[in-house]
Nanobody, 124 residues
Framework: QVQLVESGGGLVQAGGSLRLSCEASGRTLSSYAVGWFRQAPGKEREFVAA????????YYADSAQGRFTISRDNAKNTVYLQMNSLKSEDTAVYYCAAEDRTVPAVVRGEYDYWGQGTQVTVSS
């Protein structure tokens, strides 16, 4: 089993940047594909980005494409989400999640392990 802890959230002005981290413990993160999801108040949790076990494949929601970059450092057991050109609509709690498929899923139900989330607030 793997435990996930997100960090790096905070308050940023529109147009600014943040880098989120998802650190794993309990089992090596290289055994898992990892996804980032977000949930805004009153809305469903939605897919943001995902990365395959070795980082060769990355996948993005339309809302993240071109602004966000997912990456991983398996030696550090950590996955990152670099978020640039942030908008007020990016405000949400961001969660990382892990699953053992070869091709990462974009559906939340396919993920087995979740972190506790980190708040991102973008002021306009």
């Amino acid at each position: 089993q793997v435990q996930l802890v997100e960090s790096g959230g905070g308050l940023v002005q529109a147009g600014g940047s943040l880098r989120l981290s998802c650190e794993a413990s309990g089992r090596t993160l290289s055994s898992y594909a990892v996804g980032w999801f977000r949930q805004a108040p009153g809305k469903e949790r939605e897919f943001v980005a995902a990365i395959s076990k070795r980082g060769a494949g990355t996948y993005y929601a339309d809302s993240a494409q071109g602004r966000f970059t997912i990456s991983r450092d398996n030696a550090k057991n950590t996955v990152y989400l670099q978020m640039n050109s942030l908008k007020s609509e990016d405000t949400a709690v961001y969660y990382c999640a892990a699953e053992d498929r070869t091709v990462p899923a974009v559906v939340r139900g396919e993920y087995d392990y979740w972190g506790q989330g980190t708040q991102v607030t973008v002021s306009s």
